[in-house]
C-alpha cells in the first residue's frame, strides 16, 4: 500500500544522520527519496561494518533511497543534478558550512533557479552568530547547548544515548517539509519562497525548554540525578531482589499517595506533611530514594511490578539493546520488518505512524553506493560520464 506523500521526489545532497533522517522519514511516508552522493559516498557508510560491510548508522537512516553517484563539483555533475532537480518536489541538504554556496545550491540560488522547489538547509548553529562557521556533530552541540550538563551526575555529565540533535533536528525538518507540500496544495498559497531552514542548536535549545525555563527564573542550574529527574520525586531506577531493575516514577502529589501507601505499603509516608508536595519530595530525594531501594530489594521484578500497576503507578523494566530486539510487545504487534542491504538481509521496526485503514507500507533496501545512477540519467535522458559520476563499488572505502 502506497504512503500519503506518493508522487513527491525529494533530492538529497546528505550526509551523517540529520538530513538522512529526515528523507528517510519522508520516505517512510511514500514519497520517492534519490540520495545524491559524492564517489566516495556518504562517510558513514563507513563507520564500521557490522551490518554485512555496512555500518549501522547508514542502514538505520538509508533504506529506501536511490543512490545517485555525482561529482557536484564538475559541471557534468552540476548539469545532472539541476535536471533532476526540474522535476523534484523537495530538495534536502546538510553540508558543511559555506559548501552549498561555493556549489550552487544555497537556498538562494535554487530558489532562483527552481521557484516552484521547496529547500531545506541543515546546518549546526544558523547563520549570522559567532558559531556559524563551525562544523557541527550530535555530541559537540548537545554540550555546546547544555543537554549534558543535565545529563549524568553531578561532576560527571554525559551524552544522551541516542543522538538527539540530530534526531530531532531530521524529524523537525521532515515535519516542516510536510507543512509547506500541504500549503502549496492550497489555492491560495503563501508568495514567499519555499525554503526553510534548520540548525541542530536551535532544535537542542528547544528540546532544554524545561531546563531552561527553570533556570531563567530561578538563577538555578539545576544538576543532573542520573536515572531521576531533577523535577520531580521519586522517579528513579531501583534493583530487584532478582537481579534486574526497575523504574518507578510519580508525577503529582495524588500518584505520590498511592505510591506510597498502595506500593510501598507506607501509609505513614503518605500521611507524611514533610512528603506532601513535589517540592517537597524533591527536596527529600535522598531519603525516598533510600527507602525504596531498600523496598525494592526485598522483592522480584514480577511483583514489584505487578503492585505498582494495580496501585496505577508508572513502572518499567531498564533493558538492554538486546532485550529491546525480542521485546514481547514488539513482537505482539508485529513491529520488525526484513530489509534488503548490499550485503545481506537484515530486520528493522516499522516507521511510528500508524494510520488507520492502512497496512504499513513496505520499507525499501538500502542502497549501494552509485546503484541506481545509470537508471536515473536514462530516466533524466542525460549521458553517462564516467570522468565526473566516477561510480565506485560499494566496498571502496575513503582514502
Known amino acids: 500500500m502506497t ?27 511514500g514519497a520517492r ?6 564517489p566516495v559516498g556518504d562517510f558513514t557508510r563507513y563507520y564500521d561494518d557490522v551490518v554485512h560491510g555496512l555500518a549501522a548508522h547508514f542502514v538505520w537512516v538509508n533504506r529506501g533511497k536511490e543512490s545517485l553517484t555525482l561529482d557536484l563539483k564538475s559541471a557534468h555533475g552540476a548539469h545532472v543534478l539541476h535536471r533532476l532537480l526540474d522535476r523534484a518536489d523537495v530538495f534536502v541538504s546538510n553540508l558543511a558550512p559555506g559548501a552549498a554556496g561555493k556549489l550552487g545550491i544555497s537556498a538562494a540560488d535554487l530558489t532562483a533557479r527552481h521557484p516552484d522547489l521547496i529547500t531545506m538547509e541543515i546546518d549546526g548553529y544558523g547563520p549570522g552568530g559567532p558559531l556559524s562557521h563551525k562544523r557541527a556533530y550530535d555530541l559537540l552541540v548537545q554540550a555546546e547547548a547544555g543537554a549534558c550538563s543535565i545529563t549524568g551526575l553531578p561532576g560527571a555529565p554525559a551524552k544522551p544515548g541516542p543522538p538527539m540533535a540530530d534526531v530531532c533536528t531530521g524529524l523537525y525538518a521532515a515535519l516542516s517539509i510536510t507543512a509547506l507540500l500541504a500549503e502549496r496544495a492550497r489555492p491560495r498559497r503563501s508568495p514567499a519562497p519555499a525554503a526553510v531552514s534548520l540548525s541542530m542548536f536551535d532544535t537542542m535549545t528547544e528540546l532544554m525548554g524545561y531546563a531552561l525555563t527553570y533556570t531563567r527564573h530561578t538563577g538555578i542550574d539545576q544538576q543532573p540525578v542520573g536515572m531521576g529527574s531533577p523535577a520531580v520525586a521519586p522517579y528513579g531506577a531501583y534493583a530487584t531482589a532478582d537481579g534486574h531493575t526497575v523504574v518507578l516514577g510519580t508525577t503529582n502529589d495524588r500518584e505520590w499517595r498511592r505510591y506510597a501507601r498502595d506500593l510501598l505499603g507506607r501509609p505513614d509516608l503518605a500521611d507524611d506533611p ?15 530514594d533510600t527507602e525504596i531501594t531498600a ?5 522480584t521484578l514480577h511483583d514489584i511490578q505487578a503492585t505498582a500497576d ?10 538492554t539493546p538486546s532485550e529491546v530486539l525480542t521485546h514481547p510487545q514488539h513482537t505482539a504487534r508485529d513491529r520488525w520488518r526484513e530489509i534488503g542491504t548490499p550485503g545481506g538481509r537484515t530486520t528493522a521496526p516499522l516507521p511510528p505512524p500508524v494510520f488507520a485503514g492502512r497496512e504499513p507500507p513496505p520499507m525499501g533496501d538500502v542502497p549501494a553506493l552509485g546503484q541506481h545512477t545509470e537508471a536515473i ?5 542525460v549521458a553517462d560520464d564516467d570522468s565526473t ?3 565506485v563499488n560499494s566496498d571502496t572505502r575513503p582514502s
Not at 500519503?4 to 528517510?24: K, Y
Not at 527519496?33 to 559524492?38: C, G, H, N
Not at 523496598?295 to 522483592?299: D, L, Q, S, V
Request: aromatic share 2%.
Open 3 to 29: 504512503g500519503p506523500l506518493e508522487g513527491v521526489t525529494v533530492v538529497s545532497v546528505e550526509q551523517a544522520v540529520s538530513a538522512p533522517l529526515c528523507t528517510r522519514a519522508l520516505g517512510d511516508l
Open 33 to 38: 527519496v534519490i540520495k545524491v552522493e559524492a
Open 274 to 288: 514533610a512528603l506532601a508536595t513535589t517540592a517537597d519530595r524533591v527536596a527529600d530525594r535522598e531519603r525516598l
Open 295 to 299: 523496598w525494592c530489594a526485598a522483592h
Open 310 to 319: 494495580a496501585a496505577g503507578i508508572g513502572n518499567a523494566k531498564l533493558n
Open 377 to 381: 540519467l536514462r530516466e533524466l535522458g
Open 389 to 391: 559520476t566516477e561510480r
